[in-house]
Protein backbone atom coordinates (compact mmCIF):
# COMPACT_ATOMS: atom_id res chain seq x y z
CA UNK A 1 0.00 0.00 0.00
CA UNK A 2 1.28 3.83 -0.77
CA UNK A 3 1.30 6.27 2.10
CA UNK A 4 -0.15 9.46 2.13
CA UNK A 5 -1.80 11.80 4.61
CA UNK A 6 -3.73 14.82 4.27
CA UNK A 7 -3.94 18.34 6.19
CA UNK A 8 -5.02 21.55 6.45
CA UNK A 9 -8.78 21.24 6.39
CA UNK A 10 -10.99 22.72 9.13
CA UNK A 11 -13.32 25.54 9.02
CA UNK A 12 -13.76 28.57 6.93
CA UNK A 13 -16.14 31.27 6.08
CA UNK A 14 -17.57 31.84 2.57
CA UNK A 15 -15.31 33.75 0.95
CA UNK A 16 -12.49 32.50 2.95
CA UNK A 17 -9.21 30.62 1.88
CA UNK A 18 -7.44 27.38 2.90
CA UNK A 19 -4.29 25.60 1.73
CA UNK A 20 -4.31 22.00 1.77
CA UNK A 21 -1.72 19.90 1.73
CA UNK A 22 -0.52 16.03 0.85
CA UNK A 23 2.53 14.24 1.94
CA UNK A 24 3.28 11.52 0.70
CA UNK A 25 6.38 8.68 0.12
CA UNK A 26 8.67 9.09 -2.75
CA UNK A 27 6.55 5.83 -4.46
CA UNK A 28 3.14 6.50 -3.96
CA UNK A 29 3.65 9.61 -6.45
CA UNK A 30 6.81 9.28 -8.09
CA UNK A 31 5.69 9.58 -12.34
CA UNK A 32 1.94 9.49 -11.02
CA UNK A 33 -0.60 12.43 -11.78
CA UNK A 34 -2.19 13.47 -8.74
CA UNK A 35 -5.59 14.80 -7.90
CA UNK A 36 -7.34 16.16 -5.11
CA UNK A 37 -10.99 14.15 -4.96
CA UNK A 38 -13.27 15.49 -2.75
CA UNK A 39 -16.74 14.11 -1.42
CA UNK A 40 -19.54 15.36 0.11
CA UNK A 41 -22.40 13.42 2.20
CA UNK A 42 -24.56 12.10 0.10
CA UNK A 43 -22.59 12.87 -3.24
CA UNK A 44 -20.84 11.56 -5.91
CA UNK A 45 -17.00 12.05 -5.49
CA UNK A 46 -15.67 14.79 -7.44
CA UNK A 47 -12.28 15.24 -9.03
CA UNK A 48 -11.32 19.05 -7.77
CA UNK A 49 -8.11 18.81 -9.52
CA UNK A 50 -5.08 17.27 -10.84
CA UNK A 51 -1.44 17.43 -11.59
CA UNK A 52 1.44 15.53 -13.58
CA UNK A 53 4.86 17.03 -13.95
CA UNK A 54 7.02 17.75 -17.17
CA UNK A 55 4.93 20.16 -18.91
CA UNK A 56 1.52 18.96 -18.73
CA UNK A 57 -0.49 21.86 -17.29
CA UNK A 58 -2.65 21.00 -14.32
CA UNK A 59 -6.60 20.31 -14.44
CA UNK A 60 -9.48 22.01 -12.33
CA UNK A 61 -12.94 21.43 -12.24
CA UNK A 62 -14.92 24.04 -13.96
CA UNK A 63 -16.50 24.75 -10.67
CA UNK A 64 -12.44 25.77 -9.12
CA UNK A 65 -11.14 27.29 -11.84
CA UNK A 66 -9.86 30.62 -10.64
CA UNK A 67 -10.39 29.51 -7.14
CA UNK A 68 -8.23 26.85 -6.60
CA UNK A 69 -4.42 25.91 -7.19
CA UNK A 70 -2.65 22.72 -7.45
CA UNK A 71 0.51 22.77 -6.99
CA UNK A 72 3.55 19.80 -6.36
CA UNK A 73 6.64 19.67 -5.29
CA UNK A 74 8.02 16.42 -5.62
CA UNK A 75 11.82 17.25 -3.95
CA UNK A 76 9.22 17.12 -0.84
CA UNK A 77 6.64 14.22 -1.72
CA UNK A 78 4.42 17.05 -1.44
CA UNK A 79 1.05 18.06 -3.26
CA UNK A 80 -1.25 20.84 -2.19
CA UNK A 81 -4.32 22.56 -2.96
CA UNK A 82 -4.29 26.54 -2.12
CA UNK A 83 -8.10 27.13 -1.81
CA UNK A 84 -9.64 30.89 -2.00
CA UNK A 85 -13.00 32.40 -2.10
CA UNK A 86 -14.46 29.15 -0.63
CA UNK A 87 -17.97 28.35 -0.67
CA UNK A 88 -20.76 26.17 0.97
CA UNK A 89 -20.50 23.76 -1.69
CA UNK A 90 -16.55 23.30 -1.39
CA UNK A 91 -17.24 21.49 1.66
CA UNK A 92 -16.29 18.05 1.70
CA UNK A 93 -13.69 15.08 2.45
CA UNK A 94 -10.66 15.64 0.29
CA UNK A 95 -8.41 13.49 -0.65
CA UNK A 96 -5.10 13.62 -2.20
CA UNK A 97 -5.48 10.22 -4.86
CA UNK A 98 -2.57 8.75 -6.58
CA UNK A 99 -3.64 7.61 -9.97
CA UNK A 100 -3.62 3.95 -10.47
CA UNK A 101 -1.21 4.39 -13.65
CA UNK A 102 2.01 6.19 -14.17
CA UNK A 103 2.65 9.05 -16.98
CA UNK A 104 0.22 12.10 -16.97
CA UNK A 105 -2.97 13.06 -16.14
CA UNK A 106 -4.56 13.28 -19.64
CA UNK A 107 -8.06 14.87 -20.49
CA UNK A 108 -9.86 12.05 -18.35
CA UNK A 109 -8.59 13.17 -15.23
CA UNK A 110 -11.65 13.63 -13.67
CA UNK A 111 -12.71 10.45 -13.37
CA UNK A 112 -12.30 9.51 -9.76
CA UNK A 113 -12.05 5.45 -10.48
CA UNK A 114 -8.80 6.08 -12.08
CA UNK A 115 -6.95 6.85 -8.49
CA UNK A 116 -6.15 5.22 -5.60
CA UNK A 117 -7.44 6.06 -1.57
CA UNK A 118 -4.98 5.61 0.21
CA UNK A 119 -5.28 8.39 2.65
CA UNK A 120 -7.91 9.01 5.33
CA UNK A 121 -8.62 12.49 3.47
CA UNK A 122 -9.28 15.85 5.33
CA UNK A 123 -12.42 17.40 6.20
CA UNK A 124 -13.21 21.11 4.46
CA UNK A 125 -16.62 22.67 6.38
CA UNK A 126 -17.68 26.14 4.81
CA UNK A 127 -20.13 27.92 6.26
CA UNK A 128 -22.49 30.61 4.57
Known amino acids: QGQLMESGGGSAQAGGSLTLSCIASHDTINDRCVAWIRQAPGKEREGVAAIYTGGESPYYADSVKGRFSISRDDAKNAIYLQMTNLGPDDTGLYYC?????????????????????WGRGTQVTVSS
Open 97 to 117: APSKQTGPCGISWWIWQKYRF
